[in-house]
């Protein structure tokens, strides 16, 4: 029986701000695929607190070693204009409401940088949504990795097999969800094939919709 369900952030509540291969291509002296391009970023600028952007904007530029203005603009922008114009997907607060009037956990798990969240936080209220968060930038780790995942299954006191993970990303959400026995649903609102071969989600959402169906077959189970 499935007790709490986990979900990630971007892409998965709300659209994220950050348009990773413009942003990659304007990194001329990388020469990274975008999945490792990623990872770094989120290594790098979402596992501390910074007091403001400036204190970002560093970390980002030693990381990544450049000295582009057009970038340090598209950095800007993704962190104070962008970010004043988010909101959650259409359907996502109704299935939230809902699936805590049928009595599940419900938990935030993202890899974020403090300075988008907070402002996130100020205008939509995501917080008061779940019972509790897991904060890359407070737990000091990223998803995939299993420090993320151990610490939502801890806080809920509840096992691998009666948790749910939701997500965009077969990167973090579904390989890491899988690599500590979670069941894993991923979140395809644009009709994407799998981009790792290798990773396959238990289930495949087109809309947050989607979601009562697979915890039907999964508490029909235990039933």
């Known amino acids: 029986?499935?007790?709490?369900?986990?979900?990630?952030?971007?892409?998965?509540?709300?659209?994220?701000?950050?348009?990773?291969?413009?942003?990659?291509?304007?990194?001329?002296?990388?020469?990274?695929?975008l999945?490792?391009?990623?990872?770094?970023?989120?290594?790098?600028?979402?596992?501390?607190?910074?007091?403001?952007?400036?204190?970002?904007r560093k970390d980002f530029i030693k990381e990544f070693d450049s000295d582009s203005e057009l970038l340090e603009q598209e950095l800007y922008e993704v962190f104070t204009n962008r970010l004043d114009k988010i909101y959650f997907f259409p359907e996502v607060e109704g299935v939230?409401?809902?699936?805590?009037?049928?009595?599940y956990k419900l938990a935030l798990l993202t890899n974020t940088e403090n300075i988008a969240?907070?402002?996130?936080?100020?205008?939509?209220?995501?917080s008061e949504y779940f019972d509790f968060l897991g904060l890359s930038y407070e737990i000091k780790s990223v998803k995939p990795e299993k420090k993320m995942f151990d610490f939502v299954l801890k806080k809920a006191g509840v096992s691998p097999s009666e948790a749910l993970m939701v997500g965009d990303s077969l990167r973090s959400d579904i390989t890491g969800s899988q690599s500590v026995g979670m069941h894993n649903a991923w979140v395809n609102r644009k009709g994407k094939s799998f981009d790792f071969a290798e990773i396959k989600p238990e289930f495949e959402l087109n809309t947050l919709k989607d979601l009562f169906k697979a915890l039907g077959v999964l508490n029909a189970k235990n039933d």
Do not use: C
């Not at 999945?35 to 970002?56: G, L, N, P």
């Not at 939230?96 to 009595?103: M, R």
């Open 35 to 56: 999945s490792e391009f990623i990872s770094r970023y989120e290594r790098a600028t979402q596992t501390k607190k910074y007091k403001d952007f400036e204190e970002f």
């Open 96 to 103: 939230l409401l809902k699936l805590k009037k049928q009595g």
């Open 117 to 126: 969240f907070n402002k996130v936080d100020s205008l939509l209220n995501i």
């Open 1 to 33: 029986m499935i007790k709490l369900i986990v979900f990630d952030l971007w892409n998965t509540l709300i659209p994220t701000t950050i348009d990773w291969p413009h942003m990659l291509s304007m990194l001329k002296k990388q020469n990274t695929p």
